[in-house]
């Protein structure tokens, strides 16, 4: 299990801390400390079974700056966004397996792991 982290973000520090307490151990991943490839992005992408606008943080400045807004971004377009400026990416990710869910908020695990 692995979970794309931010340790400033309060909904973040919130699956991590459900994890714990669930017993598991997942991998942190700062994903501003070690930013994803886009191969890995791509493989989150599939496991999410969402497309890549799913991943992007509308609320962050470079979304802005960069027009993501624009619908005629292509998929690699955004993806290459996410691997310029990591800060887009959408958070938590918890990863387990084959599949991830975007845990927000962090409440939506419980079903999920159940």
Same mark, same amino acid.
């Given at each position: 299990?692995?979970?794309?982290?931010?340790?400033?973000?309060? $909904?973040?520090?919130?699956?991590?801390?459900?994890?714990? #307490? /669930?017993?598991?151990?997942?991998?942190?991943?700062?994903?501003?400390?070690?930013?994803?490839?886009?191969?890995?992005?791509? @493989?989150?992408?599939? /496991?999410?079974?969402?497309?890549?606008?799913?991943?992007?943080?509308?609320?962050?400045?470079?979304?802005?700056?960069?027009?993501? #807004?624009?619908?005629? $971004? @292509?998929? #690699?377009?955004?993806?290459?966004?996410?691997?310029?400026?990591?800060?887009?990416?959408?958070?938590?990710?918890?990863?387990?397996?084959?599949? #991830?869910?975007?845990?927000?908020?962090?409440?939506?695990?419980?079903?999920?792991?159940?």
């Amino acid at each position: 299990m692995q979970i794309f982290h931010n340790p400033r973000c309060s $909904k973040s520090r919130e699956a991590l801390a459900w994890l714990q #307490a /669930q017993g598991l151990t997942p991998e942190v991943i700062d994903y501003l400390q070690r930013p994803p490839s886009l191969a890995t992005l791509t @493989t989150l992408l599939a /496991q999410l079974q969402l497309p890549a606008r799913a991943l992007l943080r509308e609320t962050e400045s470079a979304y802005a700056e960069l027009g993501l #807004a624009d619908p005629a $971004k @292509t998929e #690699a377009e955004l993806l290459q966004a996410i691997v310029d400026h990591p800060i887009l990416l959408q958070r938590p990710i918890v990863v387990d397996g084959e599949r #991830a869910l975007i845990a927000r908020p962090p409440a939506l695990l419980i079903d999920w792991l159940a």
